[in-house]
């Protein structure tokens, strides 16, 4: 009894556009081939000073981000670091050997790229000086006490970051699963703690992504209603990496999950309403009708809700979240970089362009700018159905490629970002865009019902019943022909062959009349007129 629902959805002008998207390949753009291996990060550092000595200097001073030299040192080296593309350290940290990177006590590995994971059990928020500030470009470095498995054990480790989780609570003793790329700089003398310094601590909560060994904390660079940055690249190829951890049809069966917990919050609440006595005021009935709007649109479709995923992006991303639509384009992604291909196993993806019903009418706003003039025209609209974006591994057997499709799929996968596309149609000298949501998982469910056995040879059988009834009166045309012959040629047989018929003439009719006819002289009615009806 909503009507039109007040919710708005303010989006920009090209909104009103057409969904498919231009000239895009997929929601990355194509990766570029790389060239030679990229230089090592103790190159980098011995470019700007920074050699074995300098870092052998950090183990004997106790307090490293106190005294000047050993903090600019730190500096100089998170500063290089952020400008180290992820997959660089990554592809470096696969190079070195097992016998450098795991002992974490070994000369040699000093300056080198390992990986690290454990517990983190606190981080302190070191401001730095306006000098500092000025030089390096940041306000904080962060101080993580960590403990860290070893071939040895578990260890204690200092770490120096520029990023850490904004989750995560500062200056408190906290518990909580990190890791992270960093350059060893060796052994503390007086703590024995081992000494990293990495870009950022990567964070994994006790969720499903951080079950899968996604970082979370890269979702904190996400801008929902915005195109695609650099920044997030990382976060995508993660969040795909983490879909491909997981086992054919789990993700379908957790969300289905997660939706009838969610079914059943929403019952809770929906009961809230019919016990009170007195009668609802206007909120509350609103409140309700959106309530029994949602909980149908969630039984029927056996998806959640897709309206907030639009209005409120930012409390969604990572979430699991299924979807039931219509897929109207697919498009195979390749990716072309080698290290990406190396790191994570994965050489393509599929997007899948879809509408979604909507559980209640939406009035769109929109504005759009006449060419020649600044004023802007608000246009406004009702509409029922809303494009989204779903990332997959891989796609069911037989399931078709291209546009102008009509597939119907439901999918399962986590949401990345309501993210900004041009599409096909144009404003102006500009293309169009528009938003949609965009989840990243394994494969989609493709909704047609597999033909049984007998429906796949039911043409068969029909057309050979077909044959054979068009056989049945043909022959039964042909047996009546030939006895209606037979019949004929008795008959002619009967009556004298082929003798020609005689015919009795009028004498005889006149002498023996069938019947006797009185009168003969009298005219017949109707000759003078007077019986004419």
Not at 19 to 46: F, M, Q
Not at 336 to 354: L, S, V
Request: charged share 25%.
């Amino acid at each position: 009894a909503l009507g039109v629902c007040a919710v708005l959805f303010f989006l920009c002008a090209a909104n009103a556009a057409t969904d498919h998207p231009a000239t895009n390949t997929g929601v990355l753009p194509s990766e570029k081939p790389s060239g030679p291996a990229p230089a090592r990060p103790r190159e980098i550092l011995a470019e700007v000073g920074i050699g074995p000595a300098e870092l052998e200097k950090l183990q004997h001073t106790e307090s490293i981000l106190q005294q000047s030299d050993s903090r600019s040192v730190v500096l100089q080296i998170l500063y290089r670091l952020a400008g180290m593309p992820l997959r660089n350290l990554e592809y470096w940290e696969a190079e070195n050997s097992e016998a450098d990177t795991r002992q974490h006590d070994n000369p040699l590995s000093i300056g080198k790229t390992i990986s690290v994971s454990g517990r983190v059990s606190q981080i302190d928020a070191i401001a730095l000086n306006d000098e500092d500030r000025a030089r390096f470009g940041k306000k904080f470095v962060y101080r993580c006490q960590l403990s860290i498995a070893t071939s040895k054990g578990p260890r204690r480790a200092i770490l120096f970051v520029s990023v850490a989780p904004s989750q995560l609570p500062r200056g408190e003793p906290i518990d909580a699963a990190c890791g992270a790329l960093a350059i060893y700089l060796g052994i503390g003398k007086e703590t024995t703690d081992l000494l990293l310094v990495a870009d950022r601590l990567a964070w994994y909560p006790e969720t499903l992504l951080g079950d899968l060994q996604m970082d979370l904390s890269l979702l904190e660079n996400i801008q929902n209603s915005k195109p695609l940055r650099g920044e997030e690249y990382e976060a995508f190829y993660q969040m795909l990496a983490a879909a491909k951890r997981t086992a054919g049809g789990e993700l379908v069966r957790r969300a289905y999950n997660q939706l009838v917990h969610e079914t059943g919050r929403l019952e809770e609440q929906q009961r809230k309403f019919k016990g009170p006595i007195s009668p609802l005021n206007e909120d509350e009935r609103i409140e309700e009708a959106l309530l029994q709007t949602q909980l149908e649109y969630m039984r029927k479709n056996a998806s959640h809700p897709f309206v907030p995923l639009v209005e409120y992006p930012d409390r969604f991303n990572g979430e699991l979240i299924m979807l039931r639509g219509t897929a109207y384009r697919i498009v195979k992604v390749r990716i072309n970089e080698p290290e990406i291909r190396k790191r994570f196993g994965i050489d393509h993806y599929y997007q899948i362009d879809m509408r979604v019903n909507l559980e209640h009418k939406v009035k769109l706003v929109t504005s759009r700018t006449v060419e020649g003039e600044t004023e802007k025209i608000r246009e406004e609209k009702i509409v029922t159905q809303h494009p989204a974006t779903f990332c997959a591994l891989s796609l069911p057997p037989n399931m078709p490629i291209g546009d102008h499709l009509l597939e119907p799929i439901r999918v399962a996968g986590f949401y990345f970002k309501n993210w900004q596309y041009q599409t096909a149609e144009m404003r102006g000298d500009r293309a169009a865009e528009r938003t949609a949501p965009m989840l990243i998982g394994r494969e989609p469910v493709w909704d047609v019902r597999k033909p049984s056995e007998i429906e796949k040879y039911g043409g068969f059988i029909v057309g050979i019943l077909f044959l054979l009834i068009l056989l049945g009166i043909w022959g039964v045309v042909w047996w009546t022909g030939r006895r209606d012959v037979a019949f004929g040629k008795k008959m002619r047989q009967a009556s004298g062959g082929d003798a020609s018929p005689t015919f009795e003439s009028k004498s005889d009719v006149d002498q023996n009349p069938l019947f006797p006819i009185e009168n003969q002289d009298v005219a017949p009615p109707g000759v003078d007129g007077e019986n004419n009806a």
